[in-house]
């Protein structure tokens, strides 16, 4: 019993103790450049904004769905909030939170094709990334927007200490992402939804409204992370969310959640962000090129979900 306990133990903190490993190797590789303070400090600003949108990913993918217009939302975000602010004069404040209310309009969008219509998420998803992806080409005429007021730079920039404002914003998003599984009735809906379906309909779950809900959190949170990104970069260009779905997508499913719904844990999405931001970085370090950095992200994608899916059928033999 002892020993199976530990077990059970190492294997639900399996994802944490790789990423020590990881830690380790680079550690070793950079020769101590990876754990200095001005590197952990940039792994931290770098993690933030796919970090804030990977919990909206999150909820998609625990009943079973797929959100592929999350690098669009972010470029629409990016264009459109540099745009009121630049070219309209808007107040900083203002143009953010009409941002937010559109990013999250897009995910309901989504969640109507989805829910409503019947259009399959991976579809539906696809056509606002192709939409959104234009429309924010049209609006910056390919052309770069910068020239914001300095106090933009608070989400992305500034630090409190020796903490970068961006890292908390992360880490408060992950806060509410974990109350709303563990503490809300509308994350036990999001649980029962992905494990089955039918069964949540017939149990009352009103399932097209949630689906509605999830999209809407989807949209926002990486409405929100396109304001950090704008605000860390200080510029806005119409391909700069251009394939980040790909790395969100890659930290969920690093960490835990089953693409076959019903299945995961925050905890989990917090070490599938770190591993994938300091893979990232050590290999920036390492000097490794951008095509072999795609390549290796490609095989950790498949090896994660290639592990989930041997699970399932593991289980159901």
């Known amino acids: 019993m002892k020993n199976s306990g530990s077990a059970n133990l190492i294997k639900s903190n399996a994802i944490w103790l790789v990423f020590i490993a990881e830690v380790i190797i680079f550690a070793i590789a950079s020769g101590g450049t990876f754990l200095t303070p001005n590197n952990i400090v940039n792994i931290s600003r770098q993690v933030s904004y ?22 669009s939302i972010i470029t629409f975000v990016n264009v459109v909030c540099a745009y009121m602010m630049v070219n309209m004069g808007m107040n900083m404040w203002v143009a953010v939170i009409i941002s937010l209310i559109l990013a999250t309009a897009i995910g309901t969008l989504n969640g109507s094709m989805v829910a409503s219509i019947g259009i399959p998420a991976l579809i539906a998803t696809f056509a606002s990334q192709t939409i959104f ?28 200490g020796p903490v970068p404002v961006c890292a908390l914003i992360m880490i408060a998003c992950f806060a509410l992402g974990s109350f709303i599984l563990n503490k809300s009735y509308f ?74 719904g019903g299945v995961g844990r925050m905890s989990g999405v917090v070490a599938g962000v770190l591993i994938i931001g300091s ?39």
Not at 55 to 64: H, N, P
Not at 292 to 302: P, R, S, W
Request: hydrophobic share 45%; proline share 1%.
């Open 50 to 71: 796919y970090g804030i949108a990977s919990i909206g990913m999150t909820f998609v993918i625990l009943i079973a769905g797929i959100d592929l217009s999350i690098g």
């Open 133 to 160: 992806e234009g429309i924010s080409y049209l609006i910056s005429g390919g052309r770069p927007i910068s020239g914001f007021t300095p106090n933009f730079g608070i989400f992305g920039r500034w630090s409190v």
């Open 187 to 260: 994350g036990r809906y999001f649980y029962a939804i992905g494990g089955n379906e039918e069964a949540a309909e017939l149990s009352g779950i009103r399932v097209n409204r949630v689906k509605y809900l999830i999209y809407a959190l989807s949209g926002f949170f990486a409405g929100l992370a396109g304001i950090v990104l704008l605000s860390r970069s200080g510029s806005a260009q119409s391909t700069v969310g251009k394939g980040l779905e790909f790395d969100v997508i890659t930290c969920v499913v690093l960490g835990g959640v089953s693409v076959n």
């Open 279 to 317: 893979l990232t970085n050590g290999m920036i370090l390492m000097d490794v090129s951008e095509y072999t950095q795609m390549v290796v992200k490609g095989l950790v994608l498949a090896i994660a979900v290639g592990i989930d899916c041997m699970s399932k059928k593991h289980q159901s033999s």
